[in-house]
Each structure stands twice: as C-alpha cells, then as structure tokens.
Nanobody, 126 residues
C-alpha cells in the first residue's frame, strides 16, 4: 500500500494560481497511475485529472481543461511525486483536493480500489 501526502493548498483570489503536490512512497508490486479528485461542500467527490506511470497519458475533467496541468516525477520505483498546476482559478474550484493512486493502465474509476491521501483544502475567493 502506498502512502500519499498532499501539499500546496491554500487561499487564492479568483484568476490566481496554485500548485498542488502529492508525494507517494512505499513499495508496490506494480506501477501505478496517479490523479486528483476534489470534493466541494455538500457535493460528491469528482475526478479532476490523472496521469499514467510514464507520464505519457493524462486525463482532465472538462471543467479544468486548459486551466490545470498534471505532471509527475518518478524518482524510483518506490517514490513518485505528482503535481497539479492550477491556473485561472475560479470560486467553483473551491474544494478539498485528494490525491489517489491505482494500478497503471486502468482508468480513474479504479481509484476507489487504490490509495488515497488525506486531502488538502483549496479556497478561491471571488
């Protein structure tokens, strides 16, 4: 099981930028995709973005396309960091953002079977 730790959240004005990081550590028996989900107050947790182990494939929710960019750095087979660069932030981006990992090659819907971070608050003021 991986351990995931998010950082980089906070308060920003609309139109501003934030960069989230998620450090993964621990041994697994297979390579893993990583991604971000978010949950606003009173709403369900939604997919935001995902990236394959190699970084060659990335997915985005329609609501963040063109504004958010996901990337990752694999230091080795037991340590990897995924980033979410968030630009042109809007008040509707306000949520708790969660990092997740799951078996590489599977879609983000399989994240529920993987590992999750504790979540980090992002607040965008109007």
């Amino acid at each position: 099981q991986l351990q995931l730790v998010e950082s980089g959240g906070g308060l920003v004005q609309a139109g501003g930028s934030l960069r989230l990081s998620c450090a993964a550590s621990g041994r697994t028996f297979s390579r893993y995709a990583m991604g971000w989900f978010r949950q606003a107050p009173g709403k369900e947790r939604d997919f935001v973005s995902a990236i394959s182990w190699s970084g060659g494939t990335a997915y985005y929710a329609d609501s963040v396309k063109g504004r958010f960019t996901i990337s990752r750095d694999n230091a080795n087979d037991v340590k990897s960091t995924v980033y979410l660069q968030m630009n042109s932030l809007k008040p509707e981006d306000t949520a708790v953002y969660y990092c997740a990992s799951w078996k590489d090659g599977l879609g983000p819907e399989y994240a529920r079977f993987g590992s999750w971070g504790q979540g980090i608050q992002v607040t965008v003021s109007s």
